[in-house]
């Protein structure tokens, strides 16, 4: 069983730039959720994914937008970078507690992917 | 949003129990307690959760009161790699449509002393 791989582990962009960052969920994970992690301070919540759809969104604007695919793996991607967007990212898996008795639904993250832009 | 609140640092000697506590008087009937702990910016880990009873895994034991309101992570025989930031979040999944989210807040600093 492979965990929650994320690439690039760093990256250095420009303001105004735009940034793909890249998510496998851990097997047979089918949901996604991606995390913004300022320094010092605790993640928070930017959205999920669950059968390629968005359906749960947190306090950021439409500029960071994500996709799903198939396969379950996701992307996150930041438009018009700004000097705050500097962080870490973190993806979560986590399998839906519906598909089978027992299952519960704890998220497992990866390493992340540290964005710094200048 | 039910909320957490966390002190900021607490210091533990190696081989002595770790308590470390955690206020949610705001949560909602439908929201677990998780808790995660984070080295050195990685990833946070899992460690346990629970609703209202008390859990234990091999990791650690969770104490939630009666009411809900906050809860205790306890680590029995806490090491040096124990060492790290201690994130008691809430964390609720609409059963109908799977949208989950996990509400962080600063957690707290854990240092194992020799």
């Known amino acids: 069983e492979t965990g929650v791989t994320q690439s690039p582990t760093h990256l250095i962009k420009t303001r105004g730039q735009q940034v793909t960052l890249r998510c496998s969920s851990q097997?047979?994970?089918?949901?996604v959720s991606w995390y913004q992690q300022a320094l010092g301070q605790g993640p928070q919540f930017i959205f999920q994914?669950?059968?390629?759809?968005?359906?749960g969104r947190g306090n950021f604007p439409p500029r960071f937008s994500g996709l799903q695919f198939p396969n379950y793996s996701s992307e996150l991607n930041v438009n018009a970078l700004e000097l705050d967007d500097s962080a870490l990212y973190l993806c979560?898996?986590?399998?839906?507690?519906?598909?089978?008795?027992?299952?519960?639904?704890?998220?497992?993250f990866g390493p992340g992917t540290r964005l710094t832009v200048l | 949003d039910a909320k957490t609140t966390q002190p900021p640092s607490m210091d533990c000697a190696e081989g002595r129990a770790a308590n470390l506590p955690c206020n949610h008087s705001?949560?909602?009937?439908?929201?677990?307690v998780y808790w995660y702990r984070q080295i050195h910016s990685q990833g946070p880990q899992y460690i346990i959760h629970?609703?209202?009873n008390n859990e234990t895994n091999e990791m650690a034991s969770l104490i939630i009161t009666e009411d809900r309101k906050s809860s205790t992570l306890i680590l029995p025989h806490a090491t040096l790699r124990d060492t790290a930031v201690y994130y008691c979040?809430?964390?609720?999944?609409?059963?109908?449509?799977?949208?989950?989210?996990?509400?962080f807040g600063d957690g707290t600093t854990l240092t194992v002393k020799p």
């Open positions: 979560a898996s986590s399998l839906d507690p519906r598909a089978r008795a027992g299952v519960t639904n704890e998220q497992f």
């Open positions: 097997s047979g994970h089918n949901t």
């Open positions: 994914y669950y059968r390629e759809e968005e359906n």
């Open positions: 705001t949560i909602s009937g439908n929201e677990y």
């Open positions: 629970g609703l209202k």
């Open positions: 979040i809430v964390r609720v999944v609409d059963p109908w449509t799977n949208a989950g989210k996990s509400t």
